[in-house]
């Protein structure tokens, strides 16, 4: 695989970064947290003056700044956006990047039978990048293999027939093996392409050490509705939601799926691990990373993907994806942990958790010890006592409302197995997981306002968790480890 040079990352003049979602801002401007490994930065007087002649209405003194904007006028903006992106803690904005010609991009489909959603992607293909290679990978499809041939030959695309059916990856590796182009866009054959997509991804590329950039991934619209399609056009797995990010492991966007990635060729050299029929997308992702590179994903660029819809087919790849934790955790060891938390925090859970009268008083002294201590590392990046203060409580408050998504996650989604075995005996047990469904519910409904009531969609919540969570546990014994299901801590940064 070929890696990155020197990291220089330098925006035209013109372009624009947005503080991203995780990023907060404090002291009017001047200290910035966020980031991954997250971070407390101080800005120098001329980076904040450049960040309030671009957005002079957002001067609270702590909000996050989603909104947030700096425009690259000068040396000055150009160094501090090239920071913040480094850094994850702003995205740049891809209709200020220059357009590149979608004529350096190939096309490479996987298809395996499936001719008419093959029709239906090659339509959106010829419509929106009529300039590109086409590469269609037949990966043995048997009797479907002359229509796949016969609609190649309709819409000019090219067509590879292999012997044996390797799985998607292998697929993809045939059709890379064969790319001239300077990039290569991987689509899978339940993609349509929305208008610009692809063109608007193009644009990230500006960045000369970006390997990948993948889009939004919505529902496509389909005639039946079934409780299934509505859950998942609500929370789909594919789908990483409405904020921009940088893609890197135990961040809040850890990963991308190939179900739409558009890739620089000589980055990814070649390809996806072959012997994996599932998590090499992620895989993927992570060695981009660890040789230097960086991945993005941007939702103002949207596919659309059609979802399965029968529960037979939505739980069972669902129980699939869980499989594949332990294929990562033989590869990428901690990379690949449920969760991600200070001790101080799994103290706090573990305490709450355990429902004693003693639990409130000991969590609450875990984070008074834990605010003692970020108030102590902040001495350097905020030497006043009380703007410290502040951001050191803040700190604590936001460990502790990862760490409660977290544990929600592995008592309901990751662990639930051995959860359950403790509910069986266990009064308090079984509190806790009432207490955790209900949270986990109620918290997800209010914010996704899916189109169902919320009985089906509390429902639907626990059964995906299930069927994921026993897929990690069935990996997990096939591969005779535990890893994929012991939290790890975070990193420190040292900025």
Same mark, same amino acid.
């Given at each position: 695989?070929?890696?990155?040079?020197?990291?220089?990352?330098?925006?035209?003049?013109?372009?624009?970064?947005?503080?991203?979602?995780?990023?907060?801002?404090?002291?009017?401007?001047?200290?910035?947290?966020?980031?991954?490994?997250?971070?407390?930065?101080?800005?120098?007087?001329?980076?904040?003056?450049?960040?309030?002649?671009?957005?002079?209405?957002?001067?609270?003194?702590?909000?996050?700044?989603?909104?947030?904007?700096?425009?690259?006028?000068?040396?000055?903006?150009?160094?501090?956006?090239?920071?913040?992106?480094?850094?994850?803690?702003?995205?740049?904005?891809?209709?200020?990047?220059?357009?590149?010609?979608?004529?350096?991009?190939?096309?490479?489909?996987?298809?395996?039978?499936?001719?008419?959603?093959?029709?239906?992607?090659?339509?959106?293909?010829?419509?929106?990048?009529?300039?590109?290679?086409?590469?269609?990978?037949?990966?043995?499809?048997?009797?479907?293999?002359?229509?796949?041939?016969?609609?190649?030959?309709?819409?000019?695309?090219?067509?590879?027939?292999?012997?044996?059916?390797?799985?998607?990856?292998?697929?993809?590796?045939?059709?890379?093996?064969?790319?001239?182009?300077?990039?290569?866009?991987?689509?899978?054959?339940?993609?349509?392409?929305?208008?610009?997509?692809?063109?608007?991804?193009?644009?990230?590329?500006?960045?000369?050490?970006?390997?990948?950039?993948?889009?939004?991934?919505?529902?496509?619209?389909?005639?039946?509705?079934?409780?299934?399609?509505?859950?998942?056009?609500?929370?789909?797995?594919?789908?990483?939601?409405?904020?921009?990010?940088?893609?890197?492991?135990?961040?809040?966007?850890?990963?991308?799926?190939?179900?739409?990635?558009?890739?620089?060729?000589?980055?990814?050299?070649?390809?996806?691990?072959?012997?994996?029929?599932?998590?090499?997308?992620?895989?993927?992702?992570?060695?981009?990373?660890?040789?230097?590179?960086?991945?993005?994903?941007?939702?103002?660029?949207?596919?659309?993907?059609?979802?399965?819809?029968?529960?037979?087919?939505?739980?069972?790849?669902?129980?699939?994806?869980?499989?594949? #934790?332990?294929? =990562?955790?033989?590869?990428?060891? !901690?990379?690949? /942990?449920? +969760?991600?938390? &200070? @001790?101080? *925090?799994?103290?706090?859970?573990?305490?709450?958790?355990?429902?004693?009268?003693?639990?409130?008083?000991?969590?609450?002294?875990?984070?008074?010890?834990?605010?003692?201590?970020?108030?102590?590392?902040?001495?350097?990046?905020?030497?006043?006592?009380?703007?410290?203060?502040?951001?050191?409580?803040?700190?604590?408050?936001?460990?502790?409302?990862?760490?409660?998504?977290?544990?929600? #996650?592995?008592? =309901?989604?990751?662990?639930?197995? !051995?959860?359950? /075995?403790? +509910?069986?005996? &266990? @009064?308090? *047990?079984?509190?806790?997981?009432?207490?955790a469904a209900l949270a986990d519910a109620g918290w997800e409904y209010g914010r996704l306002k899916p189109r169902m009531d919320p009985f089906r969609f509390a429902l639907a919540r626990r059964l995906d968790d299930c069927a994921y969570g026993l897929g990690v546990w069935i990996g997990a014994w096939r591969a005779?480890?535990?890893?994929?299901?012991?939290?790890?801590?975070?990193?420190?940064?040292?900025?």
């Amino acid at each position: 695989m070929s890696t990155p040079g020197e990291d220089r990352l330098a925006l035209p003049l013109g372009a624009s970064v947005r503080l991203n979602a995780h990023t907060y801002v404090f002291d009017a401007g001047r200290i910035l947290m966020g980031g991954s490994p997250s971070r407390v930065a101080r800005l120098t007087p001329q980076a904040a003056q450049a960040f309030s002649h671009a957005d002079s209405d957002h001067d609270r003194k702590t909000l996050p700044q989603k909104g947030r904007r700096l425009t690259i006028t000068g040396a000055t903006s150009q160094r501090v956006a090239g920071y913040l992106v480094r850094a994850g803690m702003a995205d740049p904005e891809p209709e200020t990047l220059p357009a590149l010609s979608t004529a350096d991009i190939t096309v490479v489909i996987p298809c395996f039978r499936r001719t008419e959603a093959l029709r239906r992607l090659l339509q959106s293909v010829a419509a929106e990048l009529p300039t590109s290679s086409v590469i269609v990978v037949d990966d043995a499809s048997g009797d479907a293999s002359p229509q796949i041939a016969a609609l190649c030959r309709t819409f000019g695309a090219q067509v590879m027939r292999l012997p044996e059916n390797g799985g998607p990856a292998a697929a993809r590796n045939h059709g890379l093996a064969q790319v001239q182009t300077q990039f290569v866009v991987f689509i899978d054959t339940d993609v349509v392409l929305r208008a610009g997509s692809i063109p608007l991804l193009l644009r990230h590329f500006a960045d000369p050490q970006l390997a990948a950039a993948a889009p939004r991934v919505r529902g496509l619209p389909q005639k039946e509705s079934s409780w299934v399609l509505r859950y998942e056009n609500a929370r789909s797995s594919l789908d990483h939601g409405p904020d921009a990010s940088s893609v890197r492991p135990h961040s809040p966007h850890s990963w991308l799926s190939t179900t739409c990635l558009l890739a620089r060729t000589r980055a990814i050299g070649e390809g996806f691990r072959a012997d994996m029929r599932v998590a090499e997308d992620v895989d993927l992702v992570w060695r981009l990373v660890h040789d230097g590179w960086r991945v993005r994903y941007e939702p103002q660029s949207v596919v659309e993907h059609q979802h399965r819809s029968s529960v037979e087919a939505w739980l069972g790849r669902k129980f699939i994806y869980g499989t594949g #934790a332990a294929l =990562l955790a033989q590869r990428h060891g !901690a990379l690949v /942990a449920p +969760a991600v938390m &200070s @001790p101080w *925090a799994g103290i706090v859970l573990g305490a709450l958790a355990a429902q004693r009268a003693w639990s409130v008083p000991a969590a609450s002294a875990a984070t008074l010890i834990a605010t003692a201590v970020n108030l102590h590392r902040l001495r350097r990046t905020t030497p006043e006592l009380g703007a410290r203060t502040v951001l050191a409580l803040r700190l604590s408050t936001f460990g502790l409302t990862s760490a409660a998504a977290q544990g929600l #996650a592995l008592t =309901l989604r990751h662990w639930w197995p !051995a959860v359950a /075995a403790a +509910a069986s005996i &266990s @009064p308090r *047990a079984r509190r806790l997981v009432l207490m955790a469904a209900l949270a986990d519910a109620g918290w997800e409904y209010g914010r996704l306002k899916p189109r169902m009531d919320p009985f089906r969609f509390a429902l639907a919540r626990r059964l995906d968790d299930c069927a994921y969570g026993l897929g990690v546990w069935i990996g997990a014994w096939r591969a005779r480890s535990v890893r994929a299901l012991l939290p790890t801590r975070p990193k420190r940064s040292r900025g």
